[in-house]
C-alpha cells in the first residue's frame, strides 16, 4: 500500500493505478468523462484537474490531471483548492458552450454523466451567446440512436469501438476544428458489441433505439437484477418496466463475468417479452380448436390427463432450475428427458465430467481477459458465446504489456502503452472450419473439417506431452503450426483452452481437454472454458436426465402414453417427421411455455409461464456459476412461473411435498437436498427472508412517479403495490436505502451520481468487485488434483490419463461437402429472433461455400442452390465466403425455416 494526502488527509492505497482511481474509491466526487475504468486514461477531456504539491511546505501547487498522475508514496493533491475548482469550472463551460439545451426531450435525461458532472462543478449559467456548431446525425441501424449535436469529444466512443472491441466502422472525421463521430456513411453498426456506446458515452450521442419505441425516464422504471437468457455465458443484467411493459435492458456491473460491457444480443434481445407472440391465458384445445380458460379450470382438466397416465416430462435449456426440477419431480426421475438433440446431451455430460474430474478450471471472463496464450479450437466464439469474446479480444494484451512493464509505463496510461506496443499481440490461436471475427487479432489461423480441427488439439497436447495420444498422418505444416502453439502455451503464465459443442464433434472436446491437462501436468495454472448453447444448458445437464431419442422409444413400447413439455419447442431440437411422430405417439400432449411455437399448436391443455423478467429462477452459466434472476414485474393475465403450475399439478396428484412449496427458496432448498451437485445454488442470493434494518430493497427509484398517476386512466384511488413473498425486493420504492448486498442491487444510483457511472460507488475498487463480493455461487469445480502422471479414480480426485483417440484425416469428396453450422448473433438464438429490433439484423437462409466450391458446382454468389442433406432438399441462396475448409460448407443454425437441420452432415449441392 502507498500514503497520499487528499486535501491534507492521509489514505493507504494500493499502487498501479492514476490518482483519478484512487480518489473515486476513496469515495471523492472528481469529475471526469474521457477516463473510463475499462479504457484507462488519455488525458483528453482536462476535467479532472487537481492541484499537486511538492510536499507539505507547498503552497502553491500546480494543476494536473488526476488521471494522468500516478499513485506514488507520499503524493499530495487537493480536489477542493480554488484553482483546481475553477479549472474544472471553465472547462465544463467550455464543454457546454455548443450543447444543446434539450435535456428535457434527450433521452439521456436524468441518467447524464454530463449532467451529473455540470452540477458537480456548479457550472448553472451560458454565457455563450454565440452561434453553436450543428451536425446531421446518421442512421446508425435498429439498435443505436444517434444525435451528434450532443458531442462534448471526449473519444470515449472511438476508443472503445476501435480499441477496446474491435470494431472498424466507427470512426473520428476531423475538419479544422471539428470532429465528428460516426460512420462514413448511415449504415448498421457492425460490431456486435455496439450497444455498449449507450452506456459508453457520457452524453445523449448514443441512445438506445429500442428504448426510444416506448420511453420512460431512468427514475419511472420498476428494475430487478437478473441474467441474460440468451446464451450460457450468464451477464448480469438490469430489466427495467413500465405499464407492464419490458422497456429495456442496461448492463449490471459483476467483476467476475460481464464487468462493464453486453452483447448487443442480450441488450436488446429482451423485447420477446413483449411480442404479440406471448401466451397470456391458459388454453384447452382439442382437433385444432383451442379456447382460453381459467387457471384452476386448465388444472383440473390437465390434472385429469395424468390421473392414471404413464406421464414423461421433457425439460429445457432455456427454463430455469426451479422449473425443470419441479418437472423432474413431477413425473419422477427414471421419466424425466432432456429437452435438446441426443449429440447436444452426450456432450454436455461429457464436458460437465470434464470439468468436475479434470485437472483444469473453468474461468469466469474476468479471468479469460488477463490469458496471456489461449487456443480456441472449433468455436466461433464471437457469434456462439459473445461476451466471452470480448475478454478474449482483452487477452491478446496482456504478454505484450510485458513491454509496457519493463518500460515502467502503467498499464492503464492507456495512449502510451498502446504506443510502446504498437500493433503487438500476445499468442492467440483460432482453429475454426470456416473465419471468425477474432480473426484479426489472432497469431496463426487454422481452417479445417472439425475431425482436423480435433486432430490439431490432439498434436499440441502431445508437443507438449509425450505421453498423451500422438497424431497419424499429420502433414509438416500442421504439426509445425501444433508445435508453435504449444511453445506459446508452455512458455504462457496463465494459458487458456477455448471450445464447445457447436461442431457436434466429441473429438473437438476431448482434445481440448488433453491440451488443458497437459499444461496443468507440466505445472501450469491452465484454464479450459467450454461454451454453452443456452443459458440453462448446464444446468440440465447436472440434473442426469435421459436422452430424448428415449422419449420416442418409451412411448412405443407404453412406457409412457402423456407427455409435458417445459419451455422448449421440441421443432428446434430435431427434424419435423421425427417431433410428428414423437408428438403422435402420446395420448396427451400438456406445454409450458411463454411464446407460441410449433410444440404448442400440438398440445393439448398450454399454460402459460412467465420468461425471465416475470418470475424468478435460477440459471448457471457455462463458468458453472449459478445466479438468480429476480422477477421485474408482476405480469397480467393468467401468467405464472413454470414451477408454480408444475407445483399445483404436483399438488393435486397428492404430493405432500410440494405444498410446502412457497416460493423458490423452498423449490431450491428441495434440489439442493436432492441433488448434491446443487448443494450450494441457495446461497446464489440472499433468501426471501432477507431483510436490511427491517426493510426489503426497492425495485423502484425514489423518485419514482406515483402509481396514482400511473392508473389515473382507470382509477385515481391509489392502488396497493403487489406483494413478493418469493423475494426480498418490494414492488414499490419504499425499502432500505443502504446499499443491498451484490445480488440484489436492481439499479446503480448514488448522491450526484444519475448515470450508469455511480456503479464506481458500488465497488471494493474501482474496476474490481462489488462491496460484499460479486454475485453468483460457483457449482463447478475440479476435483482435487492427484499425483502429476496417476490415473483417474473412482474417489473424486480428478483425473490425468488424457482422453479418447485422433479420429482419422478427413477426405474431401469431390461430389459431395461436408455441411457445418455456422451461427448468427443475431438470428440463431430462439427467443431474441423475436425481438423486432434483432429479427431486423437477423439473416435470411443461406448455404455458404468458398470460390472454389462455388465454381466446382456451378455456383455465383447470390445464386439459388439445392442442398441435399439429411434425406431432405432446401433450396437456398448461395453465400461465397472465402476462408471456408476445403471439402467444407456452411449452414446457419436457429433461423427460421432451417432450424432444425442435423449437423454436421454431408450434403450434395447442385444448381436447380
Wanted: glycine share 8%; aromatic share 8%; charged share 25%.
Amino acid at each position: 500500500m502507498t500514503k497520499i494526502f487528499v486535501d491534507g488527509r492521509p489514505f493507504d492505497v494500493p499502487e498501479n493505478q492514476s490518482m483519478l482511481q484512487a480518489c473515486l474509491t476513496l469515495g471523492f466526487d472528481l469529475p471526469y468523462f474521457c477516463w473510463h475504468p475499462a479504457l484507462g486514461s488519455v488525458g483528453a477531456c482536462r476535467q479532472c484537474a487537481v492541484k499537486q504539491y511538492r510536499d507539505e511546505k507547498d503552497s502553491r501547487g500546480r494543476i494536473v490531471m488526476s488521471c494522468m498522475t500516478p499513485v506514488a508514496e507520499g503524493v499530495r493533491i487537493s480536489i477542493r483548492d480554488a484553482e483546481s475548482v475553477s479549472f474544472r469550472a471553465a472547462v465544463i463551460e467550455g464543454l457546454m458552450q455548443s450543447h444543446p439545451h434539450d435535456c428535457p426531450v434527450c433521452d439521456e435525461g436524468g441518467e447524464c454523466h454530463l449532467q451529473d458532472m455540470t452540477v458537480m462543478t456548479g457550472h448553472a449559467y451560458r454565457r455563450y451567446r454565440f452561434s453553436k456548431r450543428t451536425f446531421r446525425n446518421q442512421n446508425l441501424g435498429p439498435l443505436v440512436n444517434h444525435e451528434m449535436n450532443r458531442c462534448i469529444q471526449c473519444y470515449r466512443c472511438v476508443r472503445y469501438y476501435r480499441e477496446y472491441a474491435g470494431g472498424h466502422d466507427l470512426k473520428e472525421f476531423v475538419l479544422r476544428n471539428l470532429v465528428y463521430f460516426g460512420r462514413q456513411n448511415d449504415g448498421v453498426l457492425e460490431n456486435e458489441f455496439a450497444g455498449n456506446l449507450v452506456e459508453i458515452c457520457p452524453t445523449g450521442v448514443f441512445t438506445d433505439k429500442t428504448l426510444k419505441q416506448h420511453y420512460t425516464r431512468k427514475w419511472d422504471l420498476q428494475l430487478a437484477p437478473s441474467v441474460c437468457v440468451h446464451c450460457g455465458i450468464g451477464c448480469n443484467t438490469s430489466p427495467g418496466e413500465r405499464y407492464g411493459t419490458l422497456r429495456r435492458i442496461v448492463n449490471r456491473y459483476n467483476g467476475e463475468v460481464n464487468g462493464y460491457f453486453l452483447c448487443d444480443r442480450g441488450r436488446f434481445g429482451y423485447e420477446f417479452v413483449n411480442s404479440p407472440e406471448r401466451l397470456r391465458q391458459p388454453r384447452l384445445q382439442k382437433g385444432g380448436q383451442g379456447e382460453t380458460a381459467d387457471g384452476p379450470v386448465a388444472l383440473v382438466h390437465a390434472r385429469k390427463l395424468l390421473d392414471g397416465g404413464k406421464v414423461i416430462g421433457i425439460g429445457s435449456p432455456r427454463a430455469s432450475l426451479e422449473a425443470n426440477f419441479a418437472l423432474r419431480t413431477l413425473v419422477g426421475q427414471e421419466r424425466f428427458f432432456a429437452g435438446v438433440e441426443d449429440e447436444e446431451h452426450r456432450l454436455t455430460a461429457r464436458m460437465l465430467e470434464i470439468l468436475r474430474s479434470g485437472l483444469a478450471r473453468s474461468p469466469s471472463l474476468g479471468e479469460i481477459e488477463k490469458a496471456d496464450a489461449v487456443l480456441v479450437l472449433g468455436e466461433d466464439v464471437t457469434q456462439t458465446a459473445p461476451r466471452m469474446a470480448l475478454s478474449l479480444r482483452q487477452s491478446v494484451r496482456q504478454q505484450p504489456f510485458e513491454l509496457v512493464d519493463k518500460l515502467q509505463i502503467p498499464r492503464w496510461l492507456d495512449h502510451a502503452a498502446r504506443e510502446a506496443v504498437q500493433d503487438a499481440k500476445g499468442p492467440f490461436f483460432v482453429a475454426a472450419p470456416h473465419p471468425t471475427k477474432l480473426d484479426d487479432v489472432a497469431a496463426a489461423t487454422y481452417r479445417a473439417s472439425p475431425d482436423d480441427l480435433a486432430r490439431l488439439g490432439f498434436a499440441v497436447a502431445h508437443a507438449i506431452d509425450s505421453s498423451a495420444p500422438d497424431v497419424p498422418q499429420l502433414t509438416d505444416g500442421v504439426r509445425a503450426l501444433a508445435g508453435r502453439i504449444a511453445e506459446a502455451l508452455k512458455n504462457a503464465k496463465r494459458p487458456l483452452v477455448v471450445s464447445g459443442p457447436s461442431l457436434k464433434c466429441e473429438a473437438l472436446i476431448q482434445a481440448a481437454a488433453n491440451v488443458a491437462w497437459a499444461l496443468c501436468r507440466a505445472g501450469k495454472p491452465a484454464a479450459l472454458s467450454f461454451t454453452a448453447p443456452e443459458c440453462n444448458t448446464l444446468g440440465l445437464g447436472l440434473m442426469a436426465a435421459r436422452p430424448l431419442g428415449e422419449a420416442q422409444q418409451a412411448l412405443k413400447s407404453g412406457e409412457a402414453d402423456t407427455i409435458v413439455i417445459l419451455e422448449n419447442d421440441l421443432y428446434r431440437r430435431a427434424p419435423r417427421e421425427q417431433v410428428d411422430a414423437l408428438l403422435a405417439s402420446a395420448r396427451h400432449l400438456i406445454v409450458l411455455d411463454y411464446l407460441e411455437t410449433s410444440t404448442t399448436h400440438k398440445a393439448e391443455v398450454v399454460f402459460p409461464s412467465a420468461p425471465f423478467a416475470e418470475c424468478e429462477g435460477t440459471f448457471i452459466s457455462n463458468e458453472g456459476r449459478a445466479q438468480r434472476a429476480f422477477q421485474v414485474y408482476v405480469p397480467e393475465g393468467g401468467i405464472r412461473a413454470a414451477w408454480q403450475w408444475l407445483r399445483d399439478l404436483l399438488i393435486a396428484s397428492g404430493a405432500n411435498g410440494a405444498a410446502a412449496w412457497q416460493g423458490v427458496d423452498d423449490v431450491l432448498k428441495t434440489l439442493a437436498g436432492s441433488l448434491p451437485a446443487f448443494s450450494a445454488v441457495p446461497q446464489a442470493a440472499p433468501s426471501a427472508a432477507f431483510r436490511m434494518a427491517g426493510e426489503k430493497v426497492a425495485r423502484e427509484p425514489h423518485r419514482y412517479s406515483g402509481r396514482t398517476a400511473m392508473h389515473a386512466n382507470i382509477n385515481v384511488s391509489e392502488p396497493k403495490p403487489p406483494d413478493d413473498p418469493e423475494s426480498p425486493l418490494s414492488f414499490s420504492m419504499e425499502g432500505v436505502s443502504e446499499q443491498p448486498p451484490p445480488a440484489l442491487i436492481p439499479f446503480f444510483w448514488s448522491p450526484g451520481w444519475n448515470s450508469i457511472q455511480s456503479v464506481n460507488k458500488f465497488q471494493q475498487e474501482i474496476a474490481g468487485p462489488l462491496r460484499g463480493g460479486d454475485p453468483g455461487v460457483r457449482v463447478i469445480e475440479p476435483a482435487k488434483p492427484t499425483e502429476p502422471d496417476g490415473p483417474a479414480g473412482p474417489d473424486g480426485n480428478a483425473r490425468a490419463d488424457f482422453l479418447g483417440a485422433p479420429p482419422a484425416v478427413f477426405e474431401p469428396q469431390p461430389d459431395r461437402v461436408l455441411l457445418v453450422p455456422i451461427y448468427h448473433v443475431f438470428g440463431s438464438d430462439e427467443t431474441s429472433q423475436r425481438a423486432p429490433a434483432i429479427r431486423e439484423l437477423t439473416p435470411k437462409p443461406y448455404v455458404a461455400l468458398d470460390s472454389e466450391a462455388a465454381r466446382r458446382f456451378g455456383l455465383n454468389d447470390g445464386d439459388l442452390a439445392e442442398v441435399a442433406v439429411n434425406g431432405a432438399v432446401e433450396r437456398l441462396p448461395v453465400k461465397v465466403r472465402d476462408g471456408m475448409a476445403a471439402g467444407v460448407a456452411g449452414l446457419p443454425v436457429g433461423l427460421p425455416g432451417i432450424e432444425n437441420c442435423r449437423l454436421p452432415a454431408w450434403a450434395r449441392i447442385t444448381r436447380p
